[in-house]
C-alpha cells in the first residue's frame, strides 16, 4: 500500500522513502541489516512510520517468526532507536488478511501480535495508526465476494505469471493498495496534523 501513499502528498515538499521488504518481520528486517540503514539515513524531525506483524506471527517461517516477546523488544528497539535520533516513531497494526465467516462476517486475523503493537503504542505513549481494525472494516463493507477486488486474485490462465491462477487473500493488488492508503492518509489528517501541509491538492 506504502507504493501508492507518494500520489496523496507533494513530493516538492517531502520526501517518502518506502523500506518495506516482503516477508520480512522485524527480526529479519534487523537482521539484514535494513533497519540499520534507514536508521543511518534518517534525520531529527523525520517521521518513521513502523507496521511488522505479518510476518512475525507465523511459527512456520523460521527465518521470521519472533515470539511475542521478541515481538515486543524488537518494536521497542525500533522506537528507542527512532527517538535517539529525535526521529518521530509512527506505530502501525498490519492490515488485516481477508478472512470472513461462513456467516459473512470479517473474521481478525492479527489478534495477538495487533494487541502487542497496540499495547506498546500505548506504553510509549506514541502516535498509532490501527490499520488492521481499519482494513477489517474496508472488507466487511465491501463484503466476501467484492472484497476478493482488492487483492491479488487471479483465475486461470488470467495472467501469463500465475497459468493456474492465484488464490491471495494477504496481498494488494493496485485498487486495494491505493484504498489502505487512502485509510492511512485519513489517520495521518486526525493523529499527525503537522503532515497536512504536505497533502496534495490534486487528484491522484
Known amino acids: 500500500w506504502c507504493q501508492v501513499l507518494p500520489s496523496f502528498f507533494d513530493l ?9 521488504v516482503n516477508g520480512r518481520s522485524t527480526r529479519s528486517f534487523i537482521n539484514e541489516k535494513r533497519w540499520e540503514s534507514v536508521y543511518k539515513s534518517l534525520k531529527k524531525g523525520d517521521y518513521v512510520f513502523i507496521q511488522f506483524g505479518h510476518n512475525d506471527e507465523v ?11 521478541e515481538f515486543t523488544s524488537n518494536l521497542k528497539k525500533y522506537i528507542g532507536d527512532a527517538r535517539e535520533k529525535k526521529m518521530i516513531p509512527v ?12 456467516a459473512g462476517k470479517i473474521e481478525q486475523t492479527h489478534q495477538e501480535y495487533s494487541a502487542l503493537v497496540l499495547k506498546v503504542a500505548a506504553e510509549e505513549k506514541l502516535l498509532f495508526i490501527d490499520l488492521d481494525a481499519q482494513s477489517m472494516q474496508l472488507y466487511q463493507q465491501f ?6 477486488l482488492l487483492f491479488c486474485q487471479l483465475k486461470p490462465g488470467e495472467h501469463p505469471n500465475y497459468p493456474d491462477g492465484k488464490d491471495d487473500n494477504t496481498h494488494f493488488n493496485e485498487l486495494g493498495a491505493r484504498l489502505i492508503a487512502q485509510l492511512v492518509l485519513k489517520e495521518i489528517r486526525t493523529t499527525i496534523p503537522d503532515l497536512l501541509t504536505y497533502i496534495t491538492t490534486k487528484k491522484p
Not at 12 to 20: E, G, V
Open 12 to 20: 516538492n515538499k517531502i520526501t517518502i522513502d518506502n523500506r518495506a
Open 59 to 69: 511459527k512456520s517461517k523460521v527465518n521470521s517468526y519472533t515470539t511475542p516477546e
Open 91 to 102: 506505530l502501525m497494526t498490519p492490515v488485516a488478511r481477508r478472512k470472513f465467516d461462513a
Open 143 to 148: 463484503g466476501v465476494e467484492n472484497s476478493k
